[in-house]
């Protein structure tokens, strides 16, 4: 056994058994034309679980209503088309005995006018925004929340149907579910706004919903941050007593698992203790956690792959997050860009071959490796 023998053992969570504790990342690739995953795609996620990744969060993929999608080529989680490519992806990823999840997404207010799959749909978020006399965000009535909590049910009922082994909420980083968390780009004066408690409403009856469509033995995975796309120093809560009351409701409404999304898991998230944010999740809570955040690989800034670069992140030691996985701050370990880069990642580092790892660059964003 190597040193990181602690990544390689399974996660029991009820019925469901995780054979590794190597997450990987949910990551938007692009590649879906359409929206409907190809065979490009059910290779893509079949590789990495062959080589000893234990659970796959799937790229995000949109529920389905109008004003979900954000991006070109993103696949989607509703229609008999793209429902058919991603159950061939859960029988490929089973059959290497892996475990998947898909993330269902909402984007929200991030949409752009002329978004596919229907151009002339506009945003949806708390607020309404215009520009002139262009509706560049419809602010969303009771009867527009009520609809999406039903897209995303019906969503995880599919998931449930076509064999996924549970489902994780994209309520991070600026979207949607996460845009009714932030006072910045909600207050609302009904009963979703105000108060945190309030704005957390969305949320809890959506995660109330999810549970309700697929039973309580389920998995159903919550994913939150701190930051937003839009500002990186944003700070939802400043306390963990502060953290413990945002998370309990969450909690209490049904998720069984909170992926935590830091950009470097090594950060404290609070002063006076080391724990990051899926160490104090899991304390508060008393859930299982995901930690997530730079594994792998140097300090880079991600966000500046985004552009025309040549920087290149190398790989890193992962000896501060294996102690940290012995001593039970978290439960799983979320991979991200070394598994863009390296398909093999987890194989090379179970059998002690970090030299063989693979750094990654902007490269490596063109391909399905």
């Not at 945002?246 to 935590?260: E, Q, R, Y």
């Not at 999304?261 to 002063?271: A, L, V």
């Not at 690989?297 to 997050?321: C, H, M, R, Y």
Request: proline fraction near 5%; hydrophobic fraction near 40%; aromatic fraction near 10%.
């Amino acid at each position: 056994m190597t040193a990181a023998q602690s990544l390689f053992q399974p996660f029991r969570l009820g019925s469901l058994t995780v054979p590794t504790r190597v997450v990987m990342a949910p990551m938007t690739r692009s590649f879906s034309p359409g929206g409907v995953p190809n065979q490009a795609v059910v290779e893509y996620y079949r590789r990495r679980a062959a080589a000893g990744v234990g659970l796959i969060v799937t790229e995000g993929t949109t529920v389905g209503h109008p004003a979900a999608n954000g991006y070109p080529n993103v696949p989607r989680f509703y229609g008999e088309d793209a429902l058919a490519g991603w159950k061939q992806v859960v029988e490929a990823v089973h059959a290497e005995g892996g475990t998947i999840v898909p993330q269902l997404w909402h984007v929200g207010n991030v949409r752009r006018l002329g978004t596919e799959p229907d151009a002339s749909v506009p945003a949806y978020g708390p607020m309404e925004k215009r520009k002139n006399d262009t509706l560049l965000v419809h602010g969303m009535t009771r009867d527009d929340i009520a609809e999406v909590i039903a897209a995303f049910a019906q969503a995880a009922r599919d998931a449930k149907a076509i064999g996924m082994d549970g489902v994780e909420i994209h309520g991070a980083h600026g979207y949607l579910i996460d845009q009714f968390f932030w006072e910045g780009s909600n207050q609302r004066t009904d009963e979703y706004g105000g108060s945190l408690a309030n704005r957390s409403r969305f949320a809890i009856e959506l995660i109330q919903a999810v549970r309700e469509a697929v039973g309580p033995d389920y998995p159903i995975i919550f994913r939150f941050s701190q930051w937003k796309q839009q500002d990186y120093s944003a700070r939802l809560v400043q306390s963990a007593e502060e953290l413990g009351a945002f998370l309990k409701p969450l909690s209490d409404a049904g998720v069984d698992i909170f992926h935590c999304s830091t950009r470097r898991f090594w950060i404290p998230e609070f002063e006076g203790s080391e724990l990051n944010l899926a160490g104090w999740t899991r304390k508060l809570t008393g859930k299982p956690t995901i930690t997530v955040g730079s594994v792998g690989l140097d300090g880079s800034e991600f966000t500046q792959f985004f552009g025309k670069t040549d920087e290149v992140a190398q790989p890193a030691s992962i000896e501060n997050l294996l102690q940290r996985l012995d001593d039970q701050e978290f439960d799983l370990v979320a991979v991200g860009r070394a598994l863009i880069v390296d398909p093999e990642w987890a194989a090379k580092v179970r059998d002690g071959r970090m030299q063989d790892i693979l750094p990654f660059s902007r490269e490596s964003l063109a391909t399905l490796a």
